[in-house]
């Protein structure tokens, strides 16, 4: 078996929210990246390549990145999960209930190259403005004014002189 992830996996993942049990799920293998815990579940990002997921491990599978076999950036086959959308940030969030081992960690992220076709559109640079500022002196604006130098001293240098006045 190659060790590579799934072409588009992000975006079957995002289609298929949640597979039935009795419906085949395709073949989904993933890299995980930021592999971090998070009380007795870890989380990571789930990356096809070309596209990201925040993701979640089930407890049940904590076992598994604490004996080595689930690593940063190693890849996993996941058999069952279900996408969870935040409505608070607005984003979508994987929670993976089943998954096998394909590789242990491999040297780098993966990461497809994206082919951009040629439009007719041209985007120009965004162009500044700058705007001349004018002091005023009339008005109630706040006025600034340098800062004082700060001298510390001791309470023995302060007597001292007060004393020689």
Same mark, same amino acid.
Do not use: F, H, W
């Given at each position: 078996m190659a060790k590579s992830v799934t072409p588009d996996a992000i975006s079957t993942l995002l289609a298929n929210p949640s597979p039935d049990s009795s419906s085949e799920v395709p073949e989904i293998v993933v890299q995980v990246l930021d592999l971090k815990p #998070?009380?007795?579940?870890y989380m990571f990002t789930?990356? *096809? &390549?070309k596209m990201k997921l925040k993701a979640l491990l089930q407890s049940s599978l904590s076992s598994e990145v604490m004996s080595g076999n689930i690593q940063n950036l190693g890849l996993i086959r996941? !058999? *069952?999960? #279900? !996408? %969870?959308d935040i409505p608070t940030k607005n984003e979508k969030f994987l929670i993976v209930i089943k998954?096998?081992? !394909?590789?242990?960690?491999?040297?780098?992220e993966i990461k497809t190259e !994206? =082919?951009?076709?040629? #439009? &007719?559109?041209i985007l120009k640079p965004k162009q500044e403005m700058y705007i001349k500022g004018e002091a005023r002196s009339e008005g109630t604006g706040i %006025?600034?004014?340098? =800062?004082?130098?700060?001298v510390a001293k001791s309470a023995a240098q302060i007597v001292h002189e007060q004393n020689e006045k």
């Open positions: #998070t009380g007795s579940k789930a990356s *096809d &390549g996941i !058999v *069952d999960y #279900t !996408v %969870n998954c096998e081992v !394909v590789s242990p960690a491999i040297e780098e !994206v =082919k951009i076709e040629e #439009t &007719g559109i %006025n600034l004014r340098p =800062k004082q130098e700060l």
